[in-house]
Antibody, heavy 118, light 108 residues
Framework: QVQLQESGPGLVKPSETLSLTCTVS????????WSWIRQPPGKGLEYIGYIFYSGSTSYNPSLKSRVTMSVDASKNQFSLKLTSVTAADTAVYYC????????????WGQGTLVTVSS | EIVLTQSPGTLSLSPGERATLSCRAS???????LAWYQQKPGQAPRLLINGASSRATGIPDRFSGSGSGTDFTLTISRLEPEDFVVYYC?????????FGQGTKVEIK
């Protein structure tokens, strides 16, 4: 059974960089798209972007200037960096896998709350 | 960017009733790559429907999806108590992949 687990600091200061890692277990990182999605408290889902196992990326234009995603296949991990954070970046951050053959996000991490505050 | 608009924002129904949720796209969704998710409080979203109408693994058959192009529907044939939560649509045919704003199904 594939499992995803987010890890990283739960508190980040304004103007600093948010860094999260998603560890994939029970399956390979190969041949899939891996995404980050966030959800501000009490609000809806916001797509941040994806990284393909080969390293190609696509980001939400609204966040593109501040986002970088990377993948480490040897560790079965992929990561998110979001620079120059503000209180508006406070959210639960989820990592997720897009399945093959036309499937959508079939596996999700449990989510991790990141609060931006001094 | 494809904007997805879900309606209604809140749907008030009773257990056993039929729920019909709508998702309208600002432009045609490529390959009908439209998904529906269910989210319970404090949990990650769960995939219900792929490709507009294909149920994901383990999803009860009371959940069904339909539609193509720009208009999509999620139908719950008979609401169970655990179905009174929030539902999101998502298109994953064109980058950036986008989500609708959600529909909350509440007990009347």
């Amino acid at each position: 059974q594939v499992q995803l687990q987010e890890s990283g600091p739960g508190l980040v200061k304004p103007s600093e960089t948010l860094s999260l890692t998603c560890t994939v277990s029970g399956g390979s990182i190969d041949s899939y798209y891996w995404s980050w999605i966030r959800q501000p408290p009490g609000k809806g889902l916001e797509y941040i972007g994806y990284i393909f196992y080969s390293g190609s990326t696509s980001y939400n234009p609204s966040l593109k200037s501040r986002v970088t995603m990377s993948v480490d296949a040897s560790k079965n991990q992929f990561s998110l960096k979001l620079t120059s954070v503000t209180a508006a970046d406070t959210a639960v951050y989820y990592c997720a896998r897009r399945g093959t053959l036309g499937k959508a996000f079939d596996y999700w991490g449990q989510g991790t709350l990141v609060t931006v505050s001094s | 960017e494809i904007v997805l608009t879900q309606s209604p924002g809140t749907l008030s129904l009773s257990p056993g009733e039929r729920a019909t949720l709508s998702c309208r796209a600002s432009q045609s969704v490529s390959s009908d790559f439209l998904a529906w998710y269910q989210q319970k409080p404090g949990q990650a979203p769960r995939l219900l429907i792929n490709g507009a109408s294909s149920r994901a693994t383990g999803i009860p058959d009371r959940f069904s999806g339909s539609g193509s192009g720009t208009d999509f529907t999620l139908t719950i044939s008979r609401l169970e108590p655990e179905d009174f939560v929030v539902y999101y649509c998502q298109q994953y045919g064109s980058s950036p992949w986008t989500f609708g704003q959600g529909t909350k199904v509440e007990i009347k």
